[in-house]
C-alpha cells in the first residue's frame, strides 16, 4: 500500500534563517505531488505541484521554492524564513485517479 | 477565479443524529470533488468522491449528493458520532490539464455533542 511521510513534524525557526521540509511517497511510481500550506482556522492553499522529476510549478509568488530531486521525494525550501511563513504545510500525492491523499503534515513557526 | 466556498462555517449536532454539512462551487468546467475529513493536527482525510456524472454516492454512514444546476454539493453523515468532531472540507478537480490540482472550500467545523 502506499504511504506518504513528512518530517520533521513541527519546527520552531527564527526569522531569516533556512528551511528545508521533506515529503516522501512509498509503495508508487511518478506520482503528482503537491505542497499545500494552511493558516490556522483556514482552508489549503496550493503552493506547489510537481508531474515529475525536476519538474515545479508554482502556484502563487512567495518566499518559498520546492525541488523534486528524486521521483517519490518533494522538498520545500526557503532561503530566508519571514514571520508570514508560519503555518501547516502539508504534502499530498495523485496517482492515478484525481483523489490526492495527504501526509501528516508539518507545523511551522516562525519566530 | 473560481473557487469553492461552504454555506456554514460551523455546525452543531447531538450525537446520533444526521448531519448534513453543504459547499457551493462555481467554476462549471468541475467534474471531479472529494470531501476530506481533517482533526486537529492531522492532515486532511479522504472520506468520499463523486465525479460530475453521478447525483449521488454512498459509503459507510457517508452520502455525497451532487446538484450541477445550481452548483451544490452536501455531504451527509448519519448518526453522526463524537469521532465525527472535525473540518470539514470540499475541494473540486477542474479535469483536463489541470494536473489534478485541487481548490479547497473553507471548511465547517462539525462538532458532535455526547
Known amino acids: 500500500s502506499q504511504t506518504i511521510h513528512q518530517w520533521p513534524a513541527t519546527l520552531v525557526q527564527p526569522v531569516g534563517s533556512p528551511l528545508s521540509l521533506e515529503c516522501t511517497v512509498e509503495?508508487?511510481?511518478?506520482?503528482?505531488l503537491y505542497w499545500y500550506r494552511q493558516a490556522a482556522g483556514r482552508g489549503l492553499q496550493l503552493l506547489f505541484y510537481s508531474v515529475g522529476i525536476g519538474q515545479i510549478s508554482s502556484e502563487v509568488p512567495q518566499n518559498l521554492s520546492a525541488s523534486r530531486p528524486q521521483d517519490r521525494q518533494f522538498i520545500l525550501s526557503s532561503k530566508k524564513l519571514l514571520l508570514s511563513d508560519s503555518g501547516f504545510y502539508l504534502c499530498a500525492w495523485i496517482l492515478q485517479k484525481e483523489t490526492q491523499y495527504f501526509g501528516p503534515g508539518t507545523r511551522l513557526l516562525v519566530l | 477565479g473560481e473557487s469553492v466556498g461552504l454555506h456554514l462555517p460551523t455546525l452543531s449536532v447531538q450525537e446520533g443524529d444526521n448531519s448534513i454539512i453543504n459547499c457551493a462551487y462555481s467554476n462549471s468546467a468541475s467534474d471531479y470533488f472529494i470531501w476530506y475529513k481533517q482533526e486537529s493536527g492531522k492532515g486532511p482525510q479522504f472520506i468520499i468522491d463523486?465525479?460530475?456524472?453521478?447525483d449521488k454516492r454512498q459509503g459507510q454512514r457517508v452520502t455525497v449528493l451532487l446538484n450541477k444546476t445550481v452548483k451544490h454539493l452536501s455531504l451527509q453523515i448519519a448518526a453522526t458520532q463524537p469521532g465525527d468532531s472535525a473540518v470539514y472540507f470540499c475541494?473540486?478537480?477542474?479535469?483536463?490539464?489541470?494536473?489534478?490540482?485541487?481548490?479547497f472550500g473553507q471548511g465547517t467545523i462539525l462538532t458532535v455533542h455526547p
Open positions: 475541494a473540486e478537480n477542474a479535469g483536463g490539464t489541470s494536473y489534478g490540482k485541487l481548490t
Open positions: 509503495g508508487t511510481s511518478n506520482p503528482n
Open positions: 463523486i465525479r460530475s456524472n453521478m
